[in-house]
């Protein structure tokens, strides 16, 4: 079952700096050597070395050069912004507002054929009516305090979605019950949601399940997550979000995906749960 995927991101960032303590041992240079051929603090060769604070560009090549292993820069460098890029927070990726993310994940939705997507607390990006997305991307960036721009933000999610009706992509989609009752919007626009839901399950390349609340269950709710064929796991935490590359973790993840199916109603009883949801607006 999966573990927390920020001991992953730690592993990277280990990983890198193992790296560099080795071309400093290699060379046989101290800390301080080190830092002084760099021109730093020592310390800051100390925070590096042991995976505290993530080394910049131009920090890898100093440290390269110091060691006699300019060589060994490039692929350092690009182990570590694959690290530093498996964990980006949210204030971090909404600095400038919301809309641009959308727009950035385009060309990841459009060359993926088959979305497997875990949601535990809000309606799916891909399924979400223009309503229901606005009501939720007010409530986010007001929580972040992060710049304003839901209206645009809005028209570039829904421009996004239109994978589900387009082209070759095939959506598996596991929605928790209580998905159906969380208001993180008005009721009116709750229950437009909650049709559109209804709506989509007929199309023939959509396979929506939801999770009884009730259900017996051999996976505990995790945090929602999306995957994009076999080649990468996104899993959204309250802080950041975190994307998942190697292959042993998607396994793991696509693991708890089918056992969490397992525990999933469609069709005509997932329909009820649905249609119970929306009596319960009214």
Known sequence: ?????????????????????????????????????????????????????????????????????????????AASRNAQSMYVEWKQIHRDGMRHIHEKTVPLYQRTRSFRVYASNVMPGMLQTAGYATGLLKAITAFQGTPDDVADAVRAR?????????????????LEETVLYYRVT????????LEYLLTVMGQPNVSLGVIPARARRTVWPLEAFYAFDDQQVAVETLTAEINLTTPGE????????SELSQAAVRGTPARDLIAKAITALE
Not at 250 to 257: G, S, V, W
């Open 158 to 174: 829904q421009a996004r979605s239109r994978v589900v009706r387009e082209g070759d992509h095939r959506f598996a989609i596991l």
């Open 186 to 193: 008005d009721d009116a626009a709750m229950g437009e949601q």
């Open 1 to 77: 079952m999966p573990s927390s995927p920020l001991s992953s991101v730690e592993a990277a960032r280990a990983a890198v700096a193992a790296r560099l303590q080795g071309l400093m041992k290699d060379a046989g240079l101290t800390g301080q050597e080190l830092a002084v051929r760099c021109g730093w603090h020592k310390a800051k060769s100390s925070r590096i070395a042991r995976g505290i604070t993530p080394p910049s560009d131009a920090d890898i090549r100093a440290w390269c050069a110091a060691c006699g292993f300019e060589d060994q820069a490039v692929d350092i460098i």
């Open 250 to 257: 998607i396994h793991t993840y696509l693991r708890a995906f």
